[in-house]
């Protein structure tokens, strides 16, 4: 992983050279808020993937954990796009963070200057090419998706992120490939880093948003799919309700529409891709890629 350029606090600097001080506030406590997002190549050149909402969710995160950001939106946006630019980059993955820098340490992060980086770098499946096409196999986490009232999550923040890599950490020496979490009160929430869909008599299901991010994925599958004629509902379920589900699948920035064939060692539906999430997928695909007009508003040529 390796770039030329990142934009530290409004600046190009060299990757190498793309450094914090060791007492970073962030560094010690996780007070730093994110993003993920991708550009995609395009017949008419690199689209940032639905930027404005995530420059919209990083500033709500921000506000959430009380560091004002020191740039209006639109310069954030145009500096995503330069720093996009300044790469050579026709696609890639894109990591706007918002940190408590250095000043001193101490829970307290007041005193501590808010910071603002861009890094971007070129990645590819996050759970691997096989993935996107076979499927995945996944289990229940025994770590419960942080208590609603322990933390925010409508806030991409990254000390969240502890509770995702336990999970992750936990299903990857268990053998598979992801966790799926459940709240503290059974119910299924989503993946260490996506949100979670299934299919069940040709209607298409999500949980709420109040105990999961709301992912912009998850939003865009959602207009996706009752675009394409399918019912969208919301619904608050058990696990068991996923091991008995024609398909089931992952989405997220990273992760784009991964379909899950395995859950507990439950297989799902016929233990490979189903046929809904294959061509919920290729509309996304087409989508991102800028092959389909309907959904222009959602790329932003840089
Ligand atoms: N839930 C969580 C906990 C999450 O981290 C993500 C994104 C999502 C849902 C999906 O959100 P969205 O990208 O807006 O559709 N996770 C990001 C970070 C992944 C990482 O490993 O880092 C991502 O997909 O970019």
């Given amino acids: 992983m390796k770039a030329d350029k990142v934009w530290m606090d409004g600046k190009m600097v060299d990757w190498d050279k793309a450094q914090v001080h060791i007492c970073t506030h962030a560094l010690h406590y996780g007070s730093g808020v994110f993003e993920g997002i991708r550009a995609y190549e395009t017949e008419k050149g690199t689209a940032v993937f639905r930027l404005k909402e995530h420059i919209e969710r990083l500033y709500n995160s921000a506000k959430i954990l009380k560091m ?126 996506e949100n979670i869909f299934w299919v069940r008599d040709g209607a298409i299901y999500t949980t709420p948003t109040a105990t999961v991010l709301e992912g912009i994925t998850r939003d865009s599958i959602i207009k996706i799919a009752q675009d394409m004629g399918y019912q969208v509902q919301e619904k608050y379920i058990c696990r068991d309700e996923l091991y008995i589900s024609d398909e089931v699948f992952f989405t997220g920035t990273a992760a784009e529409v991964t379909p899950i064939r395995e859950i507990d060692n439950y297989q799902i539906g016929e233990g490979k891709r189903g046929p809904i999430t294959e061509k919920i997928q290729e509309k996304y695909f087409a989508i991102v890629k800028g092959k389909d007009a309907k959904y222009s508003d959602w790329l932003d040529y840089i």
Avoid: H
Avoid at 76 to 104: D, H, M, W
Avoid at 124 to 142: D, F, N, P, Q
């Fill in 68 to 193: 004002g950001i020191p740039y209006p939106k639109e310069e954030f946006k145009q500096a995503v796009k330069n720093t996009i630019k300044e790469n050579n980059l026709k696609s890639c993955y894109i990591r706007p963070l918002v940190y408590r820098g250095f000043e001193q340490l101490g829970v307290n992060p007041f005193k501590c200057p808010v910071n603002c980086a861009i890094a971007v770098w070129e990645w590819g499946a996050y759970l691997g090419e096989e993935a996107v096409k076979k499927g995945i196999r996944t289990k229940v986490s025994s770590y419960a998706r942080s208590y609603i009232n322990s933390t925010s999550q409508k806030a991409k923040i990254c000390a969240n992120y502890i509770n995702s890599i336990f999970a992750k950490m936990e299903a990857i020496e268990a053998g598979v490939d992801e966790a799926i979490l459940l709240d503290t009160n059974g119910y299924v929430t989503e993946g260490s880093a």
